[in-house]
């Protein structure tokens, strides 16, 4: 047996989010399909993916893993599998990896981007990808939000209800952005994220830009958890999961207490 | 009566094309019912648009323009579309222009962008927008190419049947390629483009950079017109209207014959 890493790129556009769920196609009911048809296997399952996409986000570089008997060579496997998926779902790389990788468990470090098309009217060829802002926008405000929100803090203000996570504390290694004509693009890089946490930071850096919430708001939403202090969740086809990096076991940060996986929802 | 010239930008993907036609939606239909409701006249119809795009071609810039007794505020012509527009075609600017104005007749200069993706899989994000190729793809080789490309040319050898212009003769006037990472997009401005004119460049310098077709073949292509010596016409999904540019009356170009009116199709 081996085990597989596969990284995934998609356009969420049409999919109910991420993980298996009664209601709606899901991305991993497409690559299970793909993956049963070309191992031959009609009760195939992965093993995990490094982030539970919501619905209608996009992926530039989801990861998953599985395990297989099968010996295509692993250069081979993304070619093999995109014969078999659709078009909005590809795989880009494959990678043997220790049997004990875990794309959720090991993943140390992800990548979301937000992007914002900020012009006059809405654009019909960023439409799927970005989300339209026709008003005023102050992206020196939106960068001294930004600054607030890096490094460890209680995030509860910045989530919704539904998420399975436990502790709400998680570290964000850097918030940035970054224009490009109308395209403004946040990124952000955290050890994990609580349910729609960078949607709803998306949607509190845009509310400082516009100038509709002072900046002290984003101070005592850290402080206090009180959602109200943050911003609205933006809508998901602005979002985009761009990378996952992994260390060489799984992650247990130092802060998350005893009995916790400390695993997140997107 | 005032004569409005109106900015379009639309994803072609669902449409079959910019003109009206007997068999599916065009642009053209859904930009007339559009300003029908807004003008309460159930038979209005626009006075002409610089391109004739094809089926599935995109447009950044295409322009058009009409004739109005209507008085909306200048910049309050896209809002009031707008609304009544499918999000996949948008208006972006308007103008008052003088009576004579003609999107067509006065175009002095177009600019498409074709965009390919480069790389070894194929992209789900940017699928609908660029073409994909998988291989070797040298980059100085066809910028020698397009250098043999630019200037004033008969492009007999660059066209499909089925247009209209009597004269192949064409100035492009420039003809560049930028790389950002794995999109490649090439730029064509020219006084005018022959049926499938970009397409079948594209596939050209495609051709070359991949080591398919020597870069004699674009100079006799030139010289002869002969069809085989230049590339195939790539897919529509990786063309772009971009930009239009305007001079103060009907472009009437020194070389063409008298009678003809030098108008094109791409």
Not at 23 to 39: C, D, F, H, P, Y
Not at 85 to 113: G, N, T
Not at 170 to 188: K, S
Request: proline content about 6%; overall charge neutral; hydrophobic content about 40%.
């Amino acid at each position: 047996m081996r085990t597989i890493k596969l990284t995934l790129e998609y356009d969420g556009t049409a999919y109910a989010g991420f993980q298996r769920q009664p209601n709606g196609v899901t991305i991993q009911e497409k690559v299970e399909e793909a993956l049963r048809s070309l191992l031959g296997d009609p009760d195939f399952k992965i093993g995990g993916a490094a982030g539970r996409t919501d619905a209608g986000v996009h992926a530039l570089g989801q990861v998953i893993h599985f395990r297989t008997a099968v010996t295509i060579p692993i250069d081979r496997w993304p070619y093999a599998l995109n014969q078999r998926l659709p078009a909005d779902i590809q795989a880009v790389a494959a990678e043997l990896v220790p049997d004990e990788f875990h794309a959720r468990y090991w993943a140390e470090r992800k990548r979301y981007v937000y992007t914002f098309y900020h012009a006059p009217f809405p654009s019909p060829l960023h439409r799927l990808y970005a989300y339209h802002w026709g008003r005023e926008l102050d992206l020196d405000r939106m960068r001294e939000a930004a600054a607030l929100i890096e490094g460890q803090h209680d995030f509860a203000a910045f989530r919704s209800s539904g998420g399975a996570a436990k502790t709400s504390v998680r570290t964000v290694y850097r918030l940035d952005l970054a224009q490009e004509g109308p395209i403004i693009r946040m990124g952000i890089e955290a050890d994990g994220f609580l349910y729609n946490m960078v949607r709803i930071i998306a949607g509190t850096l845009l509310e400082v830009g516009a100038g509709r919430r002072p900046l002290a708001d984003v101070a005592e939403a850290l402080r206090t958890g009180d959602r109200t202090k943050a911003g609205k969740t933006l809508p998901p086809h602005g979002l985009c999961l761009e990378r996952v990096w992994y260390g060489s076991g799984p992650k247990r940060p130092s802060w998350l207490p005893e009995g916790e996986t400390g695993l997140d929802d997107e």
